[in-house]
């Protein structure tokens, strides 16, 4: 940002220089920035936190990305991005550890993330995969904690109800998960979802054919996966980022400072992170 340059005031000249005129420091009010308060807060904690406006993270560029075609109507799958340009997107599954210090990092420092909720992992119905560890907020907020994520600009998506295998499912059967998922989702936080995350990737048409059913606009599936210590597993040989990955996440315990350790990552990569609903619209994925 330029440095604002002030010219001298005529009466505060008068005073310095000659003293002729009974100037007080009153009379020579101070120029101060707008909207920014002078007096500094007693505490860190006190301290106002920066006011940012618009949609978290790095927009697509005009003809950045190419439409995104519809097989025979039903959903697209996508699993990364069609960008040149250095820009990754976050998105994190299921809902068992609600970490409010994870809420605190995406809210303060303008992150965009996408959450895939599955029901019974945000009501912390049944005993989530112990690979991650012991876990300390399992269930702690419930979906309070999705209304917090919500409330931080993050886009809440459909991840089922019970995350089966919905290759072994009927149709009938994966419309019940999926449409189901909406309704709850739509209940508790207000808005239904249009995109879907099918647990452990595994789809099939009747399963485009039963989200199409329930409102869903695209499946979403993962380029890379963040192990425990923000550790990035890539699914291409050359083991690296590359424009448009889609990177995923979980609930899982230390989710605060494997988060940290992530974007970090990321950025020391030159990488920059991208709002993925403004790349799928601009893909013509209506959201």
Not at 28 to 46: D, E, G, I, L, Y
Not at 237 to 248: A, E, M, N, S
Request: proline letters at 9%; hydrophobic letters at 40%.
């Amino acid at each position: 940002m330029r440095a604002l340059k002030i010219m001298p005031r005529p009466a505060a000249v008068a005073c310095v220089l000659a003293l002729l005129a009974a100037c007080t420091p009153a009379e020579t009010a101070s120029v101060r920035r707008p909207n920014v308060t002078t007096s500094a807060p007693s505490s860190p904690s006190a301290r106002p936190k920066a006011t940012r406006h618009g949609p978290p993270g790095e927009q697509p560029r005009t003809g950045e990305v190419r439409p995104v075609e519809r097989a025979g109507g039903l959903p697209p799958v996508i699993s990364s991005i069609p960008t040149r340009r250095k820009v990754v997107f976050l998105t994190i599954d299921d809902g068992w550890e609600q970490d409010p210090g994870f809420v605190e990092q995406v809210r303060d420092q303008h992150i965009p993330i996408t959450a895939f909720a599955m029901r019974d992992a945000v009501e912390a119905k049944g005993t989530p995969d112990p690979a991650g560890g012991p876990g300390k907020y399992v269930g702690a907020g419930k979906w309070g904690y999705f209304r917090q994520l919500r409330n931080a600009d993050v886009a809440i998506e459909n991840h089922t109800l019970t995350h089966p295998n919905l290759r072994l499912l009927s149709q009938d059967a994966q419309r019940r998960e999926i449409c189901g998922s909406s309704q709850v989702i739509r209940k508790e936080l207000g808005a239904r979802p249009t995109l879907f995350r099918p647990p452990f990737g595994n789809y099939n048409t009747d399963t485009l054919r039963a989200a199409k059913s329930c409102g869903i606009e695209a499946v979403l599936l993962w380029t890379a996966t963040v192990q425990p210590g923000g550790k990035i597993a890539y699914q291409v040989p050359d083991k690296r980022l590359r424009p448009g990955d889609i990177l995923l996440l979980h609930f899982r315990p230390n989710l605060a400072g494997d988060f940290r350790i992530l974007v970090n990552k990321i950025k020391r990569r030159g990488f920059e992170l991208g709002n993925l609903q403004a790349y799928l619209a601009a893909m013509a994925v209506d959201r």
